[in-house]
C-alpha cells in the first residue's frame, strides 16, 4: 500500500479562494492532479495566473481571479465569472483567510476587526449562498454531488472555541455546514 489516497475528480469544477499560494495553492495541484478543473481566485491576479499556468502543465484547465473575498460586489462578480467560462462549480473551498497578529483583543483596532471579518466570515458567507443556490437548482444524483467548503474552520473543534482566536473562522461553521449537505 502507498499511502497515497487517490481521488477521482475527473471534469469537476473546483473553485479556491486563496488559491494562489500556501494551502490554497497546494489543493489547487491536488485536484488538478485528481483531473479537475480549477477557478483561482485571489487579490493578486498575477499570482493566481502563475498557477494557472502550473495546473495547465499539468494538463488541466484553469482561470484566474482576481478578488477581495470581504467585498461582496467582488463574491458575485466570481460567481458570475465561474458560471459564465464553467457553466457550474461542484466544488467550492473557501480557503482564504486573514489572521494578523494584534498585541491584544484590547488594542485590536475596529478596522482590522472588519477586515479579519470581511475575509473570514463575511466573504465566505455570501460565495457559499452564491454557490450553494445555484447547486440547490441542479437535480443532483449520487453522480452529480456538490460540496462547500470551508478550510478555515474544517480543522476547528466543536465549540467551546478560545476567543478570539477561533471565532473569526468559526463564526461561519453551522451555515456552511448546513449547507455543504446539499440534496443527493
Do not use: Q
Not at 70 to 88: M, Q, S
Not at 96 to 125: Q, R, Y
Amino acid at each position: 500500500m502507498s499511502g497515497r489516497i487517490e481521488f477521482d475528480f475527473k471534469d469537476k469544477v473546483v473553485v479556491i479562494t486563496g488559491g494562489s499560494r500556501g494551502l490554497g495553492h497546494s489543493m489547487a495541484l491536488g485536484f488538478a492532479h485528481a483531473g479537475a478543473n480549477l477557478a483561482i481566485a485571489s487579490r493578486k491576479l498575477d499570482s493566481c495566473e502563475a498557477t494557472v499556468a502550473e495546473i495547465r502543465a499539468l494538463g488541466r484547465d484553469a482561470s484566474a481571479h482576481a478578488i477581495h473575498v470581504g467585498k461582496w460586489e467582488d463574491c458575485n462578480r466570481l460567481a458570475d465569472e465561474v458560471y459564465a467560462r464553467w457553466g457550474r462549480a461542484d466544488v467550492l473551498i473557501n480557503n482564504a483567510g486573514l489572521s494578523p497578529l494584534a498585541p491584544s483583543s484590547v488594542d485590536t483596532n475596529e478596522d482590522l476587526f472588519d477586515k479579519v471579518i470581511g475575509v473570514n466570515l463575511k466573504g465566505p458567507f455570501r460565495l457559499s449562498a452564491l454557490f450553494g443556490s445555484e447547486v440547490r437548482a441542479i437535480p443532483t444524483t449520487p453522480r452529480t454531488k456538490c460540496s462547500l467548503e470551508n478550510s478555515a474552520c474544517s480543522g476547528w473543534p466543536e465549540p467551546p472555541v478560545p476567543v478570539p482566536v477561533g471565532s473569526p473562522p468559526c463564526a461561519i461553521k453551522p451555515p456552511i455546514t448546513r449547507w455543504k449537505t446539499v440534496p443527493s
